[in-house]
């Protein structure tokens, strides 16, 4: 665990997962499809460790950071081929290890659990299915679209959902863009550092930060 602060578990009645990288392990297909499209540019390929660096919202910032130009293509077209090829090397993919266990662990302590994410709407319900975790969650809140903007529209579909006070309910995601999220809903935030930004990107939030689920896991045997 990174950024030991005290943090009240006691206080939460819900919880607001985030998907992609936080639950689901998609970072690798996300470096493979962003890759693929690279490749077509004559632009250079990413790494894990450079994909980490600059993957952020609104995506169309990664994106010009990567190398693509816009002036040269249209956003939306460079946006909807790579959700084509991501959509391909979806079920390729696995959740997190300690998911499950940690879903039961918030379910024992009757905790409701939701899902915020800047996937869009159906394809986020067919993976929750496919990945047979969607009745965990009492809500499920994507987008509208596949432009990856930010989550705050669906956010606040969310909130209105949740008959729960704001200082009450705890996101956990693995992104600065999680904290700000957060940080708009008035919402409690802890972070994980095994999704699409690294360590160093989240350390300066001043988030609590753990290293993975496992971690997360630890820290709530330990304080529960």
């Known amino acids: 665990m990174q950024n030991e602060i005290k943090f009240d578990l006691s206080s939460v009645e819900a919880i607001v997962w985030d998907w992609n990288g936080t639950l689901l392990d998609d970072v690798d297909i996300c470096v493979d499809s962003i890759n693929e499209m690279l490749v077509q540019r004559n632009i250079p390929s990413l790494n894990y460790d450079s994909y980490r660096r600059i993957f952020g919202f609104p995506v169309k910032d990664y994106y010009t950071e990567a190398g693509f130009d816009f002036n040269s293509e249209p956003f939306d077209v460079v946006a909807i081929q790579f959700i084509d090829i991501y959509r391909n ?29 800047a996937m869009e709407q159906d394809m986020l319900e067919h993976s929750l299915q496919e990945k ?93």
């Not at 696995?94 to 994410?117: A, C, E, R, W």
């Not at 990856?148 to 693995?174: C, F, H, T, W």
């Open 132 to 224: 047979e975790i969607y009745e965990y969650f009492a809500f499920v809140s994507g987008t509208t679209d596949h432009y990856a903007n930010n989550k705050l529209d669906a956010a606040n579909r969310l909130q209105q959902i949740i008959s729960v006070a704001p200082e009450n309910i705890l996101m956990i995601g693995d992104t600065v863009h999680d904290h700000e999220v957060a940080g708009v809903m008035n919402w409690k935030n802890l972070l994980i550092a095994s999704g699409h930004q690294s360590l160093q990107r989240l350390l300066p939030t001043g988030r609590m930060v753990f290293d993975n689920l496992a971690s997360f896991m630890k820290f709530l045997n330990g304080n529960t």
């Open 89 to 117: 090397h979806l079920p390729s993919c696995n959740l997190f290890p300690d998911v499950v266990g940690i879903l039961d662990f918030f379910t024992k302590k009757k905790i409701s659990q939701y899902i915020l994410s």
